[in-house]
């Protein structure tokens, strides 16, 4: 059984930092693809930041240079280290494993 768990979230003035954590039970998170997703309202799911077997990073370019994914192999976690927070950021962030099994989010507020 899998099981993954955000935590992070909260409100932030913008230019502000958050690290938004997605701790995985049942499996590893350094052999699988793991991405951060998030969703605002009115808005379509929006793929935000990928890790694929624990090492290639690839970011949608409206994060680029401000976000970074990785994961601790100790901890069994993956993570989204967020800076320079804009308010266009503001949504519920979800982590996911292939694309299939999903937490149950976490929400980001930036004013």
């Known amino acids: 059984h899998v099981q993954l768990v955000e935590s992070g979230g909260g409100s932030v003035p913008a230019g502000g930092s958050l690290r938004l954590s997605c701790t995985v039970s049942?499996?590893?998170?350094?052999?699988?693809?793991m991405a951060w997703f998030r969703q605002a309202p009115g808005k379509e799911r929006e793929e935000v930041a990928v890790i694929e077997r624990g090492r290639t990073m690839t970011y949608a370019d409206s994060v680029k240079g401000r976000f970074a994914i990785s994961i601790d192999n100790a901890e069994n976690t993956l993570y989204l280290q967020m800076n320079s927070l804009k308010p266009g950021d503001t949504a519920l962030y979800y982590c996911t494993m292939d694309l299939s099994l999903w937490g149950q989010g976490t929400q980001v507020t930036v004013s």
């Open positions: 049942g499996y590893s998170v350094s052999v699988y693809h």
